[in-house]
């Protein structure tokens, strides 16, 4: 069984452009999550989908959006970026996710100049 | 607001030296305490999931207990494999979703 893929594996973008990235959840997985990781603050959580609707944002600016299709892949998206939004950007999917059980990918590493 | 806090940041272990990692945690309604392995250049990858106070769950040379303030992993006699970086995540209320707050990590390495 597939994991869950995440798209690109890295990019270098500059600051004031934007970015967005991907994520294939696990077949038959409806939740999917999104978390940025930093040397700094850790794992912070961003944003949780079920079903196309955001269940549960994390306190990030308007400038992360996010959203979910109808057959459960997932997309990021960062406007105006700035150096700090620098990070590794980690999609997680979950069957059960009142559970905790996530099952996470290997993440998009962001880098911004 | 939750939080989490592990400690120690590091733990450089020799192989067959036992140790322990604490994680201490501050959340209004714990639904949940998680234990997730991080190796380098890829995602977390779940360990285990403890609800209550007194819970003990094992899996190989790792052991997870739950008081109603901190969490152990305790590691017997690890092999350098075991070699990782440990989460630990608390669950939110379920007003507030399925969303996981995590904690800074244990940077462990075992030497051969």
């Known amino acids: 069984k597939a994991g869950v893929t995440q798209t690109p594996r890295y990019l270098i973008k500059t600051r004031g452009q934007q970015v967005t990235l991907s994520c294939s959840p696990i077949?038959?997985?409806?939740?999917v999550s999104w978390y940025q990781q930093t040397p700094g603050q850790g794992l912070q959580f961003l944003f949780e989908?079920?079903?196309?609707?955001?269940?549960n944002k994390g306190n990030f600016p308007g400038r992360f959006s996010g959203r979910q299709f109808s057959n459960s892949r997932s997309e990021m998206n960062v406007s105006t970026l700035e150096l700090g939004d620098s990070a590794l950007y980690l999609c997680?999917?979950?069957?059960?996710?009142?559970?905790?059980?996530?099952?996470f990918g290997a993440g998009t590493r962001l880098s911004v100049l | 607001e939750d939080q989490v806090t592990q400690s120690p940041e590091a733990l450089r272990l020799q192989e067959g030296e036992s140790s322990s990692l604490n994680c201490s945690y501050t959340?209004?309604?714990?639904?949940?305490l998680f234990w997730y392995r991080q190796d380098p250049g890829k995602g977390p990858e779940f360990l285990f999931t403890l609800y209550s106070a007194g819970e003990e769950k094992e899996k190989e040379r790792l052991k997870a207990t739950l008081t109603k303030k901190e969490s152990f992993l305790h590691i017997t006699a690890p092999k350098p494999e075991d070699s990782a970086t440990y989460l630990c995540?608390?669950?939110?209320?379920?007003?507030?979703?399925?969303?996981?707050?995590f904690g800074g990590g244990t940077r462990v390495l075992v030497k051969p």
């Open positions: 989908y079920f079903s196309e609707t955001q269940r």
């Open positions: 959340v209004s309604g714990l639904r949940g």
């Open positions: 077949s038959g997985h409806r939740s």
């Open positions: 995540a608390v669950q939110a209320p379920q007003a507030a979703g399925n969303k996981l707050t």
């Open positions: 997680a999917s979950s069957l059960t996710p009142g559970q905790g059980i996530w099952y």
